[in-house]
């Protein structure tokens, strides 16, 4: 099995930058609450290494729904899927190196800038972690 290639079949990766900026935003925030939650939980002690607890959270996070559902929070939501360039779901190995590729890449302002350039000009719609994976992300809804 392999991915649909968009030329092929558009509808996979139609509106997916769109919908994977809702994504982000969504799960921005159930990233801060949760580090918010930790913080209280710590008795406001974590506040002192706020953006590693935050770090953590977040790749613990996407690492976890990425390699469950092959979708977090957000995806979920803006109806997206993680999938190997095969077409198979990512194992959780491939899920975490997703994870830590990602936080890493939001630290550096140019990385970033170039993640989503290669998102509006690469086929298959992937970001920088994306095209170094051998992964993207298309619409869940999609029959064929």
């Given at each position: 099995?392999?991915?649909?290639?968009?030329?092929d079949?558009?509808?996979?990766?139609?509106?997916?930058?769109?919908?994977?900026?809702?994504?982000?935003?969504?799960?921005?925030?159930?990233?801060?609450?949760?580090?918010?939650?930790?913080?209280?939980l710590?008795?406001?002690?974590?506040a002192?290494?706020?953006?590693?607890?935050?770090?953590?959270?977040a790749?613990?996070?996407?690492?976890?729904?990425?390699?469950?559902?092959?979708?977090?929070?957000?995806m979920?939501?803006?109806?997206?899927?993680?999938r190997?360039?095969?077409?198979?779901?990512p194992?959780?190995?491939l899920?975490?190196?997703?994870?830590?590729?990602?936080?890493?890449?939001?630290?550096?302002?140019?990385?970033?800038?170039?993640?989503?350039?290669?998102?509006?000009?690469?086929?298959?719609?992937?970001?920088?972690?994306?095209?170094?994976?051998?992964?993207?992300?298309l619409?869940?809804?999609?029959?064929?």
């Open positions: 099995m392999s991915l649909p290639h968009p030329e079949d558009p509808a996979f990766y139609d509106h997916v930058i769109a919908k994977r900026f809702l994504a982000w935003l969504i799960d921005l925030l159930v990233t801060a609450l949760l580090t918010v939650v930790a913080i209280i710590t008795l406001g002690f974590g002192l290494i706020f953006p590693l607890i935050w770090g953590a959270i790749i613990a996070y996407r690492t976890v729904m990425l390699t469950r559902y092959g979708a977090t929070a957000g979920l939501v803006a109806a997206l899927r993680l190997r360039l095969d077409g198979g779901r194992g959780s190995t899920c975490l190196w997703h994870s830590v590729i990602y936080s890493a890449s939001m630290i550096v302002v140019p990385v970033q800038v170039a993640s989503v350039a290669m998102m509006l000009t690469t086929p298959y719609r992937q970001g920088l972690n994306d095209w170094i994976l051998g992964t993207t992300i619409n869940d809804y999609v029959e064929r």
